[in-house]
DNA sequence: AATGAATGAGGGTTCATTCAT
DNA sequence: CATGAATGAACCCTCATTCAT
C-alpha cells in the first residue's frame, strides 16, 4: 500500500533485479556444495528474501536450476557464436587460423570464467541426472559442436585445415575445452600451471602436434616450455 | 594361541561378495541418479540386503560413495601404470610413438568401459562435493598425471616429441580424456560418431595438429579420414 | 531504521503459546514414560503440531530436555528465594523457627507439586545422563543449598539453632526434601501416608530428634562444622 | 565336542560365571550412561561375549534390568535385615538407640557403597519407567520400610523413643537414605562434605534435631500417629 | 552354548513446499 | 507480492533381536 498501486514498472524491476539475485545466489551456492546440498533456505538467505518468495518466482527448487541452465544457454558465446571469425571469412588466412584458434580459446576461456559458477553448478547435475541430462545438455553442447563443425568445414574448403572427419574433430576440441575446465575444478589450485601455459601447451598440440613432423624432415622451431 | 586368528573361511567369501554385491548396486544407482537421489532403501534393494545390512559394510552411506572412489583407484590403470610402454624402453621407436599413442588411447578406453558406472558415480559428486574433492580428486588425477609426465619426458630425451612443456602437455592430454569420457554421457548416444572415429581424430590431431605442416604454404597433403 | 524490529504482536504471542504447549506435553511424557520412550512423533502429537514444528523451537530432542530444565531453575523457589523468612530476620524468633520450618517445607511442596512433572522428567535424566549432570545439576541444587545454609548460618547466630556443621546439615535436610519427593514418586499411592502426616514427621524428627532428650544433659558436644 | 558330554559341574560353573560377568558389564554400563544409551553391543563387548550370546542367558535387554534389580534385591541388606539390632533386643538399651542408628547408617552406607552402580542403573529406570516401578519398586523398598517400622515400633515400646508416627517416621527416615544417596551422586564431588560429616548431621538431626530444647520440657505431647 | 552377520521396525531429523498473515 | 512458521513425507541411521553356522 505503500504506492497507490501506479507504477508497474518500478515494481517490474524490482521483481528482474530479485530474481536475478535469487538466480545468483543459488548459482554461487550450487557451485559450492552442490545442487542437493544447498537448501532453499540457503538460497533464500543468501539471496536475502524469504523462503517463502523463491516460489513466487519458481515453482519448485528444480525449477530453479533449470533457469540456471536455460540463462547459460541465453549466454554470451552460443549467440555471438562459437566462432566469431566465422563471420568474417574474409580476413581467414592461412596465419589467421592459428592466431584464430587462440583467440577463441580465449574467448571460451573467458566465458567459462565469467559463467564457471553456473557451469560448475549444472555440470554435476548433468552428470548426475540422467532426466535434466536429456532435456536439456544438447542445449549447451549443440550450439557449440554445430557453430564448430560450422567453422571447421569453412576452414577445410579455405584449405586452412586437413580434410578431417568434422564431426569427429569438432566433438575432440569439445572436449578438449570441457576437459581443460573440469580439470582447472578437480586439481588444486596450487598444482596446476598456469592458464597461459596450458592454452600455449593446447595450441601447440592442436596445430603441431606433438612429435616432430617425423614422416617429413622437420625443422620447426620446437616451443621450448 | 589367542584365536584361530581366522573366521570360517566361507564366511569371509560369503562377505567378500556381499560386499562386492551392494558396491555394485550403489555405483549402478549413483550413475543413474545420482548420489543424492539414491536412498540407502534403494541400495539395499538393488543389492538384495535389508537396509541395515548396509551399515554392516559401510559406516556411512557417503563411505560407500569413498569406497567406490577407491576401487577405481585400485583399479588396473594406475597400477599397471598409465603408460605400459615406459617399461619397455628399447622398443620405443619413433614409429613407435603414434602406435603406441593409439594403443594408449585404447587401453585407456577400456578401463573407462569396465568403469564408466563407477566413474559417472563418483565424478558428477567429485564436482560437487568439495571436501570429497580435496580429500580424493587427486588419487584419481596424479597417478594419470604423473605417469603421463614421465612418459612425456622419456620420449622427448628419446627425442621422439618435441621438447614441450611437459606438466602442461600432460593436462592438456589429461583434458582430452576426460572430455571424451564426458562428451560421451552427455552427448546423446545417436548423435555420436562411433568411438574409432573420435579416437582417430584425437590421434590426428595429437600429432598432425589440424592445421596442414606448414606454417607455410597450402600445398602439404591432407590426411584424409 | 533497521526494522520495524518486532514481528507482528500476534505472531509472538502465538508462538510463545506455542512452545509453552510443546513444553508443556514433552514433560509430561516424559514424566509418563521417560524421555527416551518417548517419540519425537508422540510429543508432537500430544502438543497438537507437526513432528517438523518441533524443530522451529527445539534444535534436539535433548534441548528440548534442556529447556525443561531451564524453566524448573527459572521457576519460583530458587528466586523468591528458598528460605522467604530470611528476609524479614526481625520477626525471627524462638518460637519461629519450627513454624519457619514447617511453611518452608510448604512452600517446597507446593513447588514440587507444581513442577512434579518437570522434577521427575529431569530427576531421571539426571541419575543416567552424565553430562546432563554436570551441565545442570547444580543449577537445580545449589540455589537450594546455599539458600539454606545462609538460613542456618542466620539462625545459628540468633541462637535459636545449635551450632551445627552447616554445610553438612544443608545437604542433610536438602536431602530430606529429594527423598521424600522420591519416595512418593516411587510408592504405590495406597501406601503412602498422606503428606499431613509425614510433615509432621519430618518437622518432628527435624526439630525434636526421635528420642527423648533424656538419656543425658545436653553435654554432648555439639557437633561444630 | 571336546567333553564327552560329561562334566556338567564345570559347564554350569562356567556359565554361572559368565552370566554374573554380564550382569557386571551391564550394570556398570547402565549406571555410567544410563539404561537406553547402553547398547547390546556396547555390553556384549564390556562381557567379552558375543552379541548373541546374551540372549542366551537373558530374553530381553530389558530382563538385563529386572535380573539386576533381582540381584539388588537378594542383596545383603534385605537379607540380613536392614535392622540387625533387632533380632538382639537384648542388647538394647537407651544410649543404644543413637549408637545403633549411628551404626545402622553405616551399615546401610556400605550396602549402598557396595551396589551404587546397580543402585544408580536402576534409580534412574524406576523413576522413567512405570511399568517397571509398578513392578518392582516395592521389593526394593517394602523390606526397608518394613524392617525400619518393626525396629521402630520394637523401640517405641521399650520407651527409647517417642510414640512416633510409626509408618510416617519410617518413610521420612528412608527418605533420607535415598535423598543422600541421590544428593551423592548429583552434586559434584568437590562440593560434597565428606561422608563422616554427613553422618555426624543426620544422626545428629534425627536424636537431636537442629533446635536447642528449648522450648520445653519435654511435656510436649508427643504428636502420636 | 557361542557366534556375529542379517534383519527391519522405528528413531530423530531435514527440508521442499504451503499458506495464513 | 513478501513473509516465515507449519507441515509431513522421506531420509539416514541405530539397535534389539534372530538365526544360520
Known sequence: MTEPSGRPERRQRQMAARLEQILDAAAHLFADRGFHRTTTKDIAEAADVAEGTLYNYFETKNDLLFAILARLSESELPQAGLVPGAARPAQVSAGDARQHFASLLDLRREYV??????????????????ELRQRYSNQLLEPTLIGLEK??????????????DVPATARVLTSLWIGLFILQLLEQPQNQPDWERLAQATIHIVFDGIAPETTMPETSGKPGQ
Open 151 to 164: 567453422e571447421l568445414t569453412l576452414r577445410i574448403k579455405l584449405g586452412q585445415l586437413y580434410d578431417l
Open 113 to 130: 570464467n565469467e559463467n564457471s559458477v553456473m557451469l560448475q553448478a549444472i555440470l554435476s547435475e548433468l552428470l548426475a541426472n540422467t
